[in-house]
């Protein structure tokens, strides 16, 4: 089945540090993989996407890479900001289902003045 | 605001009570998910429906919960006899039929919280 792996949190950095989350999946046939964010007391948001093996999704400053030879899709930032401390959760989707997407267990990051 | 829309945001019941939770998709939108999150946790699949027709409920609890998106009106998930397990944020998703990549919309959640 698919399954997505993220890395354990909290994350703790310093503002204006370089911040990596990493992700790996497991899929059957051809997923797009998504980041998503969710600030305090909300829902989740969109941060980016990537459909295809090698595309690279970007906004907001943070980037990620649809790496399918290491089934990866890790999100970086290079400078964060205190206003990006939220939760960060990795997906995949398959647009035969889209819906049951599969989500890792988020990685709560925090970033200090 | 053309987003996903969850009502109530905050809901409060005794255990035994029933829940009552409702989601209107986007504008366009036909398809609905319904996903919980229990504290500390992340997102888990509970139920995927289209108008009128539930497609695949394979993470609902087999007791006391169920879903159901009619032809007229927002999709509800209704909770009987609540016990303190199922507080929880209710996160309701919607995507456009048909070519879609996967990406989903969501709703700002409701938190059912059982006393």
């Known amino acids: 089945g698919n399954s997505v792996t993220q890395m354990e949190g909290p994350v703790t950095l310093s503002e204006e540090a370089f911040l990596t989350i990493n992700c790996t999946y497991t899929?059957?046939?051809?997923?797009?993989l998504f980041w998503y964010v969710q600030y305090p007391g909300e829902g989740l948001q969109l941060l980016l996407k990537?459909?295809?093996?090698?595309d690279k999704g970007s906004n907001k400053g943070f980037e990620a890479t649809y790496r399918k030879e290491t089934t990866s899709f890790h999100l970086e930032k290079g400078s964060v900001q205190v206003s990006d401390s939220a939760v960060y959760f990795c997906?995949?989707?398959?647009?035969?289902?889209?819906?049951?997407?599969?989500f890792g267990d988020g990685t709560t990051l925090t970033v200090k003045p | 605001n053309a987003g996903v829309m969850q009502n109530p945001r905050h809901l409060v019941r005794r255990r035994g009570q029933e829940a009552r939770l409702r989601c209107s998709p986007m504008?366009?939108?036909?398809?609905v998910y319904w996903y919980r999150q229990l504290p500390e946790e992340g997102l888990k699949f509970m139920v995927y429906?289209?108008?009128?027709?539930?497609?695949?409920e394979s993470g609902m609890p087999k007791e006391r919960f169920s879903a159901e998106f009619p032809k007229e009106g927002p999709s509800i998930l209704r909770i009987q006899q609540v016990v303190r397990g199922d507080s929880a944020a209710y996160f309701c998703?919607?995507?456009?039929?048909?070519?879609?990549?996967?990406?989903?919309?969501f709703g700002e959640g409701s938190r059912l919280t059982v006393l």
């Open positions: 899929a059957t046939g051809y997923p797009s």
């Open positions: 998703a919607s995507s456009p039929a048909g070519g879609n990549t996967g990406e989903l919309f």
């Open positions: 504008k366009g939108h036909s398809h």
């Open positions: 990537a459909t295809k093996a090698d």
């Open positions: 429906l289209q108008k009128e027709n539930i497609i695949d």
């Open positions: 997906a995949l989707g398959l647009n035969t289902n889209a819906g049951k997407s599969t």
